[in-house]
């Protein structure tokens, strides 16, 4: 704890999406708006954008 008072920061919380709803999302993308699937799954839109962007890295 610092000299405030508040505990320090923690790792940031696991993703709620599973394997199987970000596979489900990168097959909808095509067709639906990030604010439409985040609705859908009871997520932000910039959880959809980083299911995105994560599913089309290639390795190196």
Avoid: K, W
Wanted: zero cysteines.
């Amino acid at each position: 704890m610092g000299t405030s008072g508040r505990a320090p920061y923690q790792r940031r919380p696991p993703g709620r999406l599973t394997d199987a709803e970000r596979q489900t999302i990168r097959t909808l993308a095509s067709s639906r708006t990030l604010r439409d699937l985040a609705a859908e799954f009871a997520v932000s839109h910039e959880t959809i954008r980083q299911a995105l962007r994560q599913g089309t890295a290639v390795p190196a």
